[in-house]
């Protein structure tokens, strides 16, 4: 197992819009949204070293700030089984995401930070971003 570039990373955010605007300053482009606007993923739109940021709306216990960082991997079932082997503590087994396209598997780092294996298997199926 080996860790590959970051995937991407996601944010929980209290202001949507005002998070959006702020990534699209740093050059980041719209790849679509969910949940009529409440997740929205940008892209750096570099295809040989992709990076998305993933913006979710904060809704009940929800904690603002860093949400998760994914890590690619061609290999995510099996990555998965050897982070599992370690005793890593994680949620469920690795599992085909159609909303973000990515095949994922999800577990806990050092201090309780969320950390994902991913593998983008094709576009996620967004809606277009309403605009503000």
């Known amino acids: 197992m080996g860790l590959g570039h970051v995937d991407h990373i996601t944010f929980n955010v209290t202001d949507i819009n005002a998070a959006t605007e702020?990534?699209?300053?740093?050059?980041?482009?719209?790849e679509g949204s969910l949940d009529d606007g409440d997740i929205v993923m940008l892209t750096n739109g570099d295809s040989?070293?992709?990076?998305?940021?993933?913006?979710?709306t904060v809704h009940g216990d929800m904690v603002p700030g860093l949400n998760h960082i994914a890590f690619f991997t061609?290999?995510?079932?099996?990555?998965?089984?050897?982070?599992?082997?370690?005793g890593f503590?994680?949620?469920?087994?690795?599992?085909?995401?159609?909303?973000?396209?990515?095949t994922i598997f999800s577990f806990k780092g050092p201090d309780g930070v969320g950390l994902?294996?991913?593998?983008?298997?094709?576009?996620?199926?967004?809606?277009?971003?309403?605009?503000?």
């Open 22 to 30: 702020y990534f699209q300053k740093l050059g980041l482009e719209i």
């Open 48 to 56: 040989e070293r992709p990076l998305q940021i993933q913006l979710d």
């Open 74 to 86: 061609e290999a995510v079932e099996d990555d998965a089984k050897e982070i599992q082997e370690l």
């Open 89 to 102: 503590e994680h949620r469920r087994d690795a599992f085909y995401q159609s909303r973000s396209g990515r």
């Open 116 to 132: 994902q294996l991913a593998r983008k298997d094709k576009r996620g199926e967004y809606e277009d971003y309403p605009n503000p």
